[in-house]
């Protein structure tokens, strides 16, 4: 009698490794197809129109405390020198208008459209030739249209750029932190390439200018960064809600744990 190439118990015991491969694969699959890519802007050209438009808008909603033509107030600061860039940020980002006087201006849902937004910059904008414009797309843009980087961006150097100077306050992976006075620096999962150039050039709240201090090379490579670790986020999948090491850990331990006793239980019964 020939043996058969595979006994029936092996047969068995490759098949349940083949189960196992084919879920991890599945998982692998349905995981990369979820998460998140890059994104470019566009930045607007400035027309007379818009600038009128944003002057309206400015003394409806921004004049009371900055002042009548942008000069600043003892309450809120000189928009002159900011120019459009800081405009288009702190607009862009639902900080401005500030909703309370002495609370940090934090994130939120924008209040107005981008095409407010765009008349808005325009007019701090024209107040100064020599303030912060809104960056170009090749100023930004560092993936192209699949998501990969463009040739010459450096992720690895904008890492160390970020670990020498940004880590200190959002921490190594982009998370935010506490500073002192009540202040924060905010994580950094949300800003757009866009807007990621805004901060540096415009150096909002507490963070310090690094218009000068970084070429835009490096800025690139900066923005490069901050948006490959966000994929690093949620490496594991699910994110629970982000909050922290406690519940992942829980649910490390009933499923993970928990998943391979039943899985230790099941090949234990089919030998
Ligand atoms: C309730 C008062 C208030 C209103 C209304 C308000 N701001 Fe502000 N704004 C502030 C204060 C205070 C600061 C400085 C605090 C900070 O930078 O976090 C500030 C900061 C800014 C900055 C950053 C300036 C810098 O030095 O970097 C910009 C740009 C700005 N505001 C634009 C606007 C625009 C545009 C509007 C209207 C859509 C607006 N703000 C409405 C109080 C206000
Ligand atoms: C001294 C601390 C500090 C340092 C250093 C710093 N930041 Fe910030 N950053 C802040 C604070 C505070 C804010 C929020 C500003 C506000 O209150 O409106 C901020 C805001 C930002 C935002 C806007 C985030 C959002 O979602 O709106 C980005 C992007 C950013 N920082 C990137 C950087 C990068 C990149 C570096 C390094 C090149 C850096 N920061 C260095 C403190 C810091």
Request: hydrophobic share 40%; net charge positive.
């Amino acid at each position: 009698m020939t043996t058969p190439f595979l006994s029936p118990q092996r047969r068995r015991r490759f098949s349940s490794y083949f189960v196992l491969a084919l879920a991890l694969l599945i998982l692998g699959g349905v995981y990369s197809a979820l998460a998140p890519t890059g994104y470019a802007q566009d930045a607007a050209a400035t027309t007379a129109d818009q600038v009128a438009k944003g002057h309206d808008l400015f003394i409806l909603n921004c004049s009371s405390c900055h002042g009548l033509n942008a000069e600043g107030t003892t309450v809120a600061p000189d928009l002159r020198p900011e120019g459009a860039a800081a405009v288009d940020f702190q607009v862009g980002t639902g900080r401005m208008p500030l909703k309370q006087l002495g609370m940090q201006a934090k994130r939120s849902i924008p209040h107005f459209t981008q095409e407010q937004i765009d008349q808005l910059a325009a007019y701090v904008g024209s107040l100064s030739a020599t303030s912060p414009k809104i960056p170009s797309a090749g100023q930004t843009t560092v993936r192209d249209a699949n998501g990969q980087l463009i040739s010459g961006v450096d992720v690895a150097k904008g890492g160390r750029i970020f670990s020498e100077n940004c880590a200190q306050c959002h921490n190594v992976v982009g998370q935010g932190g506490a500073l002192t006075g009540g202040m924060a620096a905010p994580e950094l999962r949300l800003a757009t390439d866009k807007q990621i150039w805004e901060a540096l050039a415009t150096a909002p709240g507490n963070m310090p200018s690094f218009m000068k201090q970084l070429n835009d090379k490096d800025k690139l490579d900066v923005i490069a960064y901050v948006t490959s670790i966000r994929s690093n986020f949620d490496k594991g999948g699910n994110p629970i809600g982000r909050l922290g090491p406690v519940p992942e850990g829980a649910v490390g331990w009933i499923l993970g744990v928990g998943g391979l006793l039943v899985f230790c239980v099941w090949i234990g019964s089919r030998i």
